[in-house]
Structure formats: C-alpha cells, structure tokens
C-alpha cells in the first residue's frame, strides 16, 4: 500500500506563510483524488482541499482564497500552500489519497501552529 509522509508544518505567526509537502512511496497517478485534511484539538477531522487527477480542485469554505492545493505525478507529491495564516488553522494536517479502486490512505500528518 502507498505511503504517505507529511513535511513542511511548524510555528508561524498570524499573517505567514507554509508550504506542506506530502511525499507518496509509489506512483501517485493510480490516485484519482489526493487531498489535505486537519484535525485540531476536541474538533473532528475535517477537509481542507483536495485535488483530482484532472485538476480539479475543492476547499472547505473557510480556506478559500488563501490556500492553493497542487499535485506533481512526476513527482508523486501534492503540496498544500498556506497564505495569510490564521491561528484558527492551528492543526494536525494530513495528508490523504483514494485510489480509482477506492481504497483510501492517510498518512501520519504533521502540526501546523499559527500563533496570534
């Protein structure tokens, strides 16, 4: 099965900038849908972005016009750009992939901290 690595979380201030990065063990071209999820404490994890083989793409309302979702099959990597932080995007960010075969994988995620 595919493995997924997160990179690219840390602390920022209010207003910055990140850049997560989600590496695939393998080809991500069988992965019609590749996404972003986070999950912040006591809340339920919940969709962030997310990206098919086609382009197309989907955001939760409240990361519209600030976060950009992209993939690189060459690659095998899907990045998740991060502008005008908001310490209310504090999270656990994963990374996620679902298979044409709709076998779904996650990987082990990595903490995003945006300070006020």
């Known amino acids: 099965q595919v493995q997924l690595v997160e990179s690219g979380g840390g602390l920022v201030q209010a207003g910055d900038s990140l850049r997560l990065s989600c590496a695939a063990s393998?080809?991500?071209?069988?992965?019609?849908?590749m996404g972003w999820y986070r999950q912040a404490p006591g809340n339920e994890r919940e969709l962030v972005a997310t990206?098919?083989?086609?382009?197309?793409?989907n955001y939760a309302d409240s990361v519209k016009g600030r976060f950009t979702i992209s993939r690189d099959n060459a690659k095998s990597t899907v990045y998740l750009q991060m502008n005008s932080l908001k310490p209310e995007d504090t999270a656990v960010y994963y990374c996620?992939?679902?298979?044409?075969?709709?076998?779904?994988?996650w990987g082990q995620g990595t903490q995003v901290t945006v300070s006020s």
């Open positions: 996620y992939s679902k298979a044409y075969w709709a076998q779904e994988y």
């Open positions: 393998e080809s991500i071209f069988n992965y019609n849908v």
């Open positions: 990206i098919t083989n086609n382009g197309r793409t």
